[in-house]
């Protein structure tokens, strides 16, 4: 880039080095604007005669043009991108969705001096227009062989975002206690649904039983029979482990355990399991409390049907402590 000062005549296809305001403070021009024929019949009527301006020189990529070409590659899903000033295009959701981010890519592409991107957290969960990533480009241009070369990467390596859609997830409720389900019922059900309108979601089926294996056993295939997106056991009691009865009933219906344990507190004692592809998250304690946990990291990617694997709990612990 070549920085200098023109006439305001000769500005025309020149980008602003600088924003350009009137004497009230109210801003004409931004920085970064690429200046037009009208825009140098409105700056002659505020009475300029030059600007300070800079133009690309071969081998460079407009700043706007540069992250137009990042975002539409970085992302995918149900997902709307906007320009704005300053070298900068955001990412929006347009339906409710899960964020879903490869970290690993994202952090060799922001190693880069050219570009920046930032994302919201793996598994947020994101409203229909909210914002979810914004990618930011140096000042004015970026080396075409720079944006290449990241363009070859998101190629190669698939998208940094996803914005994977919720649309009518239908939650299964399986209260349970030692004496009677439905005391866990009374405990929970009001926990549960504050925590399920976070995601503009209600339970879609409920049922208690006893924490005795068959009976626990023959809830679970009730529910999973109405083929739920999700299952969620909220019990009064913490298991020890995949053994306990939880864990058991889960193995008598066929649900493959997928992981215990997470790095995660509030919600260490989670249980994970997958009948075919519906998960069964057993998260004692987690319902006793409207306060977020770890229901609240996996409950979305889940609402969006995606299957949430044993490794991908494990990288919950960095951020994982809630509490």
Not at 247 to 258: D, L
Request: net charge neutral; with cysteine.
């Amino acid at each position: 880039m070549k920085p200098q000062t023109v006439e305001i005549q000769n500005s025309t296809g020149r980008v602003l080095c600088c924003g350009i305001f009137r004497p009230g403070g109210k801003k004409l021009l931004a920085k970064g604007h690429l200046i037009s024929e009208e825009d140098v019949r409105l700056l002659e009527t505020e009475g300029m005669n030059q600007v300070w301006v800079t133009e690309l020189e071969a081998g460079e990529v407009g700043e706007d043009e540069a992250v137009s070409q990042m975002a539409t590659e970085m992302g995918c899903g149900c997902l709307e991108i906007r320009l704005a000033a300053g070298g900068r295009a955001n990412l929006f959701a347009a339906e409710d969705c899960c964020v879903l981010v490869d970290d690993d890519l994202l952090r060799q592409i922001n190693c880069t001096s050219s570009i920046v991107i930032a994302t919201l957290v793996n598994f947020s969960f994101a409203t229909a227009g909210q914002r979810i990533a914004t990618v930011k480009s140096a000042p004015f241009a970026v080396a075409r062989t720079q944006l290449e070369a990241l363009i070859s990467i998101l190629k190669e390596r698939g998208p940094i975002l996803q914005a994977r859609p919720v649309r009518s997830p239908a939650v299964a409720v399986l209260y349970s206690d030692p004496v009677n389900g439905e005391r866990a019922r009374q405990l929970f059900e009001n926990i549960v649904r504050q925590r399920l309108e976070r995601f503009s979601v209600t339970p879609s089926f409920a049922l208690a039983a006893t924490e005795e294996e068959t009976a626990l056993a023959r809830a679970f295939q009730h529910l999973l029979r109405a083929k739920p997106t999700v299952v969620l056991v909220a019990s009064t009691t913490a298991p020890a482990g995949p053994e306990d009865i939880v864990g058991r009933a889960m193995a008598k219906t066929g649900c493959h355990i997928e992981r215990f344990l997470a790095p995660v507190e509030p919600g260490n004692l989670l249980l994970l399991g997958y009948s075919n592809e519906v998960p069964v998250v057993s998260a004692p304690g987690c319902f006793r409390s409207a306060k977020p946990n770890v229901v609240d990291l996996v409950l979305p990617p889940m609402l969006a049907r995606y299957r949430v694997s044993a490794s991908e709990v494990a990288c919950l612990g960095h951020g994982g402590l809630l509490a």
